[in-house]
């Protein structure tokens, strides 16, 4: 593994090895590679720098106008619960505590009632006021355990990431730049930057959506026990996501050019935050998170099996059939469709609708569905050449499917591709994780969709993955990310 130096705002040019203590354990040499070996791959011991490790190092970077708050109940279900506002010095542990898997929560208000609950605790947050829910993933790094599509054995059972926080600010810090199995990798979603420029803004954390979109394409919300939004093609999408915010970034893409600063900022947030559909990368985030000693860590997340895609909603089982039972997420049999298996996590990412994330086969424009390709610090581009031409060593039959065999750490890392599907050489729609769905874009169906649909039972979870043309249908939504500069 390389390590890269990086300050805050600062260049990312040298790239010193670092000592390797135990790398090596639990880990053979079969066919291409290192293969991590699943009942004894070791933690790597001299793989880390300053600021990194336990959660003591996490730094939640949140906007002056959202309110961070707390469940004053019982986060493994509780009816009479309600969320309240809490100090975000976090001294008591109140607002989040990542080793009870109680993620951060925050909540972003209608304009007249900012002053209501900012600078506030233990105030309950009126329903009514609030425009969107938001869970907090923290700068991490994870350790590889498939560096590259083909060459590996195959990981059948999902295997729970081993994961290190990092705090970028420590004197010291470096980030972490794999090369084989074993090594560590700071997550690719924190790095945002476009895919040609060298020093990307490095991020303290995203702020992912708790359930999926709701609201209306020109007053998007993130709201529980609400249909979700629909009938949105890509474009559509990604253009409600950049109203959200004012745009800071200077954003481009969707269906509408709007200017930097020049976004409807529905949300009323602050001139450093950047709202934006989530890409594959921060999908990805957040489920290896979720599969790892601060989530689930490798128990499958319940399905949003409601038949009117009801946001927050859970099924009676992991794979439930479709019908109209809402365990609402804050109950006791709710809880379980929440990547933490408690209230804190985020809802709806198995399950309720497919939604679009920003991963883009070759680039492509189709113009029925998107005006402008945004640029690609908001996407993930899987470029023809190597994209669409089949491995010599991949076993697949059509491309939609060997386009897995193509990903590496650099081309698909962190994505929840390559790296969360049960075999090398996927043949089937069900060898991702879970027996979850394995599509991949191509030519013809260059976007992608994550979580499954109601009615997918056993396709549908965290790892599903589905090709798609970017057209609006009654089955597809969407989940937005907040980045913070």
């Not at 109140?94 to 972003?108: G, H, I, M, S």
């Not at 950049?242 to 600063?261: R, V, Y």
Request: proline content about 5%; charged content about 15%; some cysteine.
């Amino acid at each position: 593994m390389l390590e890269s130096n990086s300050n805050i705002g600062g260049l990312h040019k040298v790239r010193l090895p670092t000592f390797k203590k135990i790398v090596l354990i639990g880990l053979a040499v079969i066919g291409v590679g290192l293969i991590p070996n699943e009942a004894v791959l070791a933690e790597a011991e001299g793989q880390t720098s300053a600021g990194v490790g336990g959660p003591e190092n996490i730094v939640v970077d949140i906007d002056t106008n959202m309110i961070p708050v707390y469940w004053d109940g019982n986060p493994s279900g509780d009816a009479a619960g309600k969320w309240k506002t809490v100090d975000p010095a976090n001294l008591d542990n109140r607002w989040y505590d990542y080793t009870k898997k109680y993620w951060a929560n925050a909540v972003t208000v209608e304009y007249n009632a900012l002053s209501t609950y900012q600078n506030t605790t233990d105030k309950v947050v009126d329903e009514a006021d609030i425009m969107g829910y938001w869970v907090y993933v923290p700068r991490y790094r994870y350790q590889i355990q498939r560096y590259s599509g083909i060459g590996h054995q195959p990981i059948e059972k999902p295997t729970a990431f081993h994961i290190k926080f990092e705090n970028q600010s420590t004197a010291g810090y470096q980030k972490a730049i794999p090369e084989q199995n074993g090594d560590w990798a700071t997550h690719p979603a924190f790095s945002f930057g476009d895919d040609d420029n060298p020093n990307p803004t490095e991020l303290n954390g995203l702020w992912i959506g708790k359930f999926e979109m709701t609201g209306t394409a020109n007053q998007p919300t993130v709201k529980p026990n609400l249909p979700s939004l629909r009938n949105r093609g890509i474009g559509a999408q990604f253009t409600a996501s950049l109203n959200m915010s004012t745009n800071p970034d200077g954003a481009a893409g969707g269906n509408f050019i709007i200017p930097k600063g020049g976004g409807n900022n529905v949300h009323n947030l602050s001139g450093q935050t950047q709202s934006h559909v989530a890409k594959n990368s921060d999908w990805g985030a957040a489920v290896y998170l979720a599969t790892s000693s601060y989530g689930r860590n490798s128990v499958e997340t319940w399905s949003n099996s409601n038949t009117q895609a009801t946001t927050g909603c859970s099924g009676d089982s992991v794979s439930a059939a479709a019908s109209s039972t809402c365990h609402q997420y804050y109950t006791s049999e709710g809880v379980h469709a929440s990547t933490t298996d408690n209230i804190y996590g985020a809802y709806d990412m198995s399950g309720g609708l497919s939604e679009y994330v920003m991963g883009n086969y070759g680039d492509t424009a189709d113009s029925h569905f998107i005006t402008i390709v945004p640029q690609t610090r908001y996407l993930n581009v899987y470029y023809v050449g190597p994209f669409g031409i089949k491995p010599s060593q991949s076993l697949s039959s059509a491309e939609y499917y060997y386009n897995f065999d193509i990903c590496n750490f650099e081309l698909c890392g962190g994505q929840a591709n390559h790296e969360t599907t049960r075999f090398q050489s996927v043949s089937l729609n069900n060898q991702a994780w879970f027996s979850d769905s394995s599509e991949f874009p191509e030519k013809s169906y260059m976007w992608t969709r994550r979580g499954g649909y109601y009615i997918d039972t056993v396709y549908a979870g965290l790892f599903s993955s589905h090709m798609a043309i970017g057209g609006s249908d009654d089955h597809t939504s969407f989940r937005t990310v907040l980045s913070r500069f």
